[in-house]
């Protein structure tokens, strides 16, 4: 599947040498990059602190931690897409304790199919997150254009005796009279009645 030319950042939580050697090809940098390599779940944190990651990928243990717990973490404070490999022998209880938060758990040893389609779901659900973000984005500017009309609306029914009906209807013509947004007028009409 091609996502718009877009490439993914990823975060690689992982203190096991013949592992990341045998990941890293699975991660091509025509699709992801960069990938930022750390060997604790304590320079994982560090990191995700520093840094927004399209797909965070943690290998469980590590010297200083499980990992449980940032993945969980990083699925809950970012958009990221969360891959959790876990040993074999604990793979149902580790999903019993991440599913929820949305971390997506692969049992290890793996093979290369597996965690191919896995890293596919992960990019998809990513750009999912990504249009709900636009989305929110879109929604809060209309809110934050609602507010401010009817701030303009309210000052023109104190200022000019203005019934709501009116003072609505006195703002939508201007801006089609004008051939701009009601939000622009809505802005001139607040900046001229505080001054």
């Avoid at 074999?88 to 290890?108: H, N, T």
């Avoid at 636009?134 to 500017?141: A, G, I």
Wanted: aromatic share 4%.
């Amino acid at each position: 599947m091609v996502f718009l030319d877009r490439t993914y950042s990823v975060l690689l939580v992982s203190a096991a040498e013949k592992f990341n050697e045998s990941l890293m090809p699975l991660l091509p940098g025509s699709v992801y990059y960069p990938v930022d390599l750390v060997k604790s779940v304590c320079a994982g944190s560090r990191r995700l602190l520093e840094k927004d990651y399209d797909l965070v990928l943690v290998n469980s243990p590590l010297p200083d931690d499980p990992g449980l717990r940032l993945a969980m973490d990083a699925c809950a404070d970012s958009p990221a897409g969360v891959l959790l490999l876990a040993r074999r022998e604990i793979y149902d209880e580790v999903c019993d304790q991440v599913s929820a938060w949305g971390v997506a758990v692969l049992p290890k040893p793996t093979n290369t199919q597996a965690v191919n389609q896995t890293l596919q779901i992960l990019r998809a659900t990513r750009e999912r997150m990504r249009r709900m973000a636009e989305k929110q984005v879109t929604v809060e500017e209309k809110i934050r254009e609602i507010r401010l009309v009817n701030q303009a609306k309210w000052l023109l029914i104190e200022k000019q005796g203005l019934t709501e009906a009116e003072a609505h209807r006195q703002i939508e013509k201007q801006a089609m009279d004008t051939r701009r947004s009601k939000l622009d007028v809505a802005r001139e009409i607040i900046d001229r009645c505080n001054r």
